[in-house]
T-cell receptor, first 110, second 113 residues
Framework: DGGITQSPKYLFRKEGQNVTLSCEQN?????MYWYRQDPGQGLRLIYY???????QKGDIAEGYSVSREKKESFPLTVTSAQKNPTAFYLC?????????FGPGTRLTVL | GQQLNQSPQSMFIQEGEDVSMNCTSS?????WLWYKQDPGEGPVLLIA?????ELTSNGRLTAQFGITRKDSFLNISASIPSDVGIYFC?????????????FGQGTILTVHP
């Protein structure tokens, strides 16, 4: 059945290590997004991609990188340059102006 | 950048009560969306509004797109325990910002049986 998958659900990393979060979709949507969620705050846009092989920085892109080699996949790398990486990360796809979210990955940096 | 002010930040209600929450903005939006997020999960779209003045229902939920295009509200009637969660409003300003939603801070809803 159609949807968005994010893996893993929980991820633990040591400080200073890069980590890549997976996002896969079979909804055939062109646009994909990465949001970060911290307790008590709304969702903040990290990166987005309107089409394969193209992506744009969002509001908080520093310390993150992405790639969009396939329509179905939009992985997010959290680099060691990200000062406070512990958060809940949400991937989304878009149809018209509506965003559809995956189940999220909770990243904890120890 | 654009900001959405969502209120209240949290609500504690008894089962069966009605709930109302709203979002306001200093700038105009072309689309208003309302999402619900269960703990540890991604937000799920509840209602989408595309036209100023539009009033849309989805079961016990009703949402309206404000006439000024700078606000929206969500009402939940006869609340039940499974309504617990975080409710987010989101707006799309269109133009060069098309597809880049701006989110409110969320309203945490607790329903006591």
């Amino acid at each position: 059945d159609g949807g968005i998958t994010q893996s893993p659900k929980y991820l633990f990393r040591k400080e200073g290590q890069n980590v890549t979060l997976s996002c896969e979709q079979n909804l055939n949507h062109d646009a994909m997004y990465w949001y970060r969620q911290d307790p008590g705050q709304g969702l903040r846009l990290i990166y987005y991609s309107q089409i394969v092989n193209d992506f744009q920085k969002g509001d908080i892109a520093e310390g993150y990188s992405v790639s969009r080699e396939k329509k179905e996949s939009f992985p997010l790398t959290v680099t060691s340059a990200q000062k406070n990486p512990t958060a809940f990360y949400l991937c989304a796809t878009r149809r018209r102006t509506n965003l559809f979210f995956g189940p999220g990955t909770r990243l904890t940096v120890l | 950048g654009q900001q959405l002010n969502q209120s209240p930040q949290s609500m504690f209600i008894q089962e069966g009560e009605d709930v109302s929450m709203n979002c306001t903005s200093s700038s105009i939006f072309n689309t208003w969306l309302w999402y619900k997020q269960d703990p540890g999960e991604g937000p799920v779209l509840l209602i989408a509004l595309y036209k100023a003045g539009e009033l849309t229902s989805n079961g016990r939920l009703t949402a309206q797109f404000g006439i000024t295009r700078k606000d929206s509200f969500l009402n939940i009637s006869a609340s039940i325990p499974s309504d617990v969660g975080i409710y987010f409003c989101a707006g799309d300003a269109g133009g060069t910002s098309y597809g880049k939603l701006t989110f409110g801070q969320g309203t945490i809803l607790t329903v006591h049986p």
